[in-house]
């Protein structure tokens, strides 16, 4: 009988030895892995190794302001990006032109500059489409990247938007609220005091003391050691989880921290608030 129960004692023990050996570690299971992190769509700033800054300019091209602001970029050797709205460049076309033939980016900012978080799909695919298709007649290029309105649209609409056209939807970290004519000099005191590397400076071309403030913006970021790309430039240079650096990109500045305080609660940065207030469109 001692024998029997040993005998039987032994076989249990066997079992369980080789249940335990057949049992994958869930540790180490690929089952367990997180899944991906969704593609990145929509930004307003990146962290970065260098001092890069992208300078935006919204609602043109205008025949009264943008060719004396390309002037000042070509003297300078600085490469923007226009975000133009479809109707305005039916009226300019060689103004677009230019802005491409000298090397600065194109974006979609829509036909007529409505409020597209308050539109059904079927008015912002056409808003987009037409857009599109009066740069392409113009270029012979599509754009990559758009900016709405207002930054104003539903997470549901980037996720479509991005689908159907591809592009990335562009916002801003730095706005001087030029579009509310504060003055050349406070434009452009904003701009510097609150610029960061990584960030993307919302303008607007159509504003004639906007481009008045730019020779002081344009020379005051390049003493601060700041680099000028396109948007899609500064994307490509996107390193998630670095920290950004100080306001003054100069070396000499590493060792001090830049004050970024804005001159009034509304120059406050804002990443995604309806901010762009058109002129008379």
């Given at each position: 009988?001692?024998?029997?129960?040993?005998?039987?004692?032994?076989?249990?023990?066997?079992?369980?030895?080789?249940?335990?050996?057949?049992?994958?570690?869930?540790?180490?299971?690929?089952?367990?892995?997180?899944?991906?992190?969704?593609?990145?769509?929509?930004?307003?700033?990146?962290?970065?190794?260098?001092?890069?800054?992208?300078?935006?300019?919204?609602?043109?091209p205008s025949a009264a302001t943008?060719?004396r602001l390309l002037d000042m970029?070509?003297?300078?050797?600085?490469?923007?990006?226009?975000?133009?709205?479809?109707?305005?460049?039916?009226?300019?076309?060689?103004?677009?032109?230019?802005?491409?033939?000298?090397?600065?980016?194109?974006?979609?900012?829509?036909?007529?500059?409505?409020?597209?978080?308050?539109?059904?799909?079927?008015?912002?695919?056409?808003?987009?489409?037409?857009?599109?298709?009066?740069?392409?007649?113009?270029?012979?290029?599509?754009?990559?990247?758009?900016?709405?309105?207002?930054g104003a649209l539903a997470p549901?609409?980037?996720?479509?938007?991005?689908?159907?056209?591809?592009?990335?939807?562009?916002?801003?970290?730095?706005?001087?609220?030029?579009?509310?004519?504060?003055?050349?000099?406070?434009?452009?005191?904003?701009?510097?005091?609150?610029?960061?590397?990584?960030?993307?400076?919302?303008?607007?071309?159509?504003?004639?003391?906007?481009?008045?403030?730019?020779?002081?913006?344009?020379?005051?970021?390049?003493?601060?050691?700041?680099?000028?790309?396109?948007?899609?430039?500064?994307?490509?240079?996107?390193?998630?989880?670095?920290?950004?650096?100080?306001?003054?990109?100069?070396?000499?500045?590493?060792?001090?921290?830049?004050?970024?305080?804005?001159?009034?609660?509304?120059?406050?940065?804002?990443?995604?608030?309806?901010?762009?207030?058109?002129?008379?469109?």
């Amino acid at each position: 009988m001692t024998r029997i129960l040993l005998s039987m004692l032994a076989l249990a023990a066997l079992s369980a030895a080789g249940n335990a050996q057949s049992t994958p570690a869930t540790a180490n299971s690929p089952a367990s892995a997180a899944p991906p992190a969704p593609a990145k769509i929509s930004y307003s700033s990146v962290k970065t190794d260098g001092p890069c800054i992208a300078l935006t300019f919204d609602d043109g091209p205008s025949a009264a302001t943008t060719p004396r602001l390309l002037d000042m970029l070509a003297q300078r050797h600085i490469k923007v990006t226009f975000f133009v709205v479809g109707q305005m460049v039916e009226a300019h076309p060689e103004i677009l032109q230019r802005e491409a033939a000298e090397g600065h980016e194109i974006g979609n900012h829509t036909w007529d500059h409505p409020d597209l978080a308050k539109k059904p799909d079927d008015v912002v695919r056409s808003q987009l489409q037409r857009t599109q298709d009066i740069i392409v007649q113009t270029l012979g290029a599509a754009p990559k990247l758009m900016r709405p309105p207002y930054g104003a649209l539903a997470p549901k609409q980037r996720q479509w938007i991005n689908k159907e056209f591809g592009y990335k939807i562009i916002l801003w970290a730095v706005d001087p609220m030029d579009w509310k004519r504060p003055g050349s000099a406070v434009v452009a005191q904003r701009i510097l005091s609150q610029t960061r590397a990584g960030d993307i400076i919302l303008v607007h071309d159509i504003h004639p003391p906007t481009v008045d403030a730019m020779p002081a913006v344009l020379d005051g970021l390049l003493a601060k050691g700041f680099k000028f790309v396109t948007v899609s430039e500064l994307l490509a240079m996107d390193k998630p989880g670095k920290a950004k650096p100080a306001a003054d990109a100069s070396p000499a500045a590493a060792a001090t921290p830049a004050a970024a305080t804005p001159t009034e609660p509304g120059a406050a940065k804002k990443n995604d608030q309806k901010n762009d207030l058109p002129d008379s469109l």
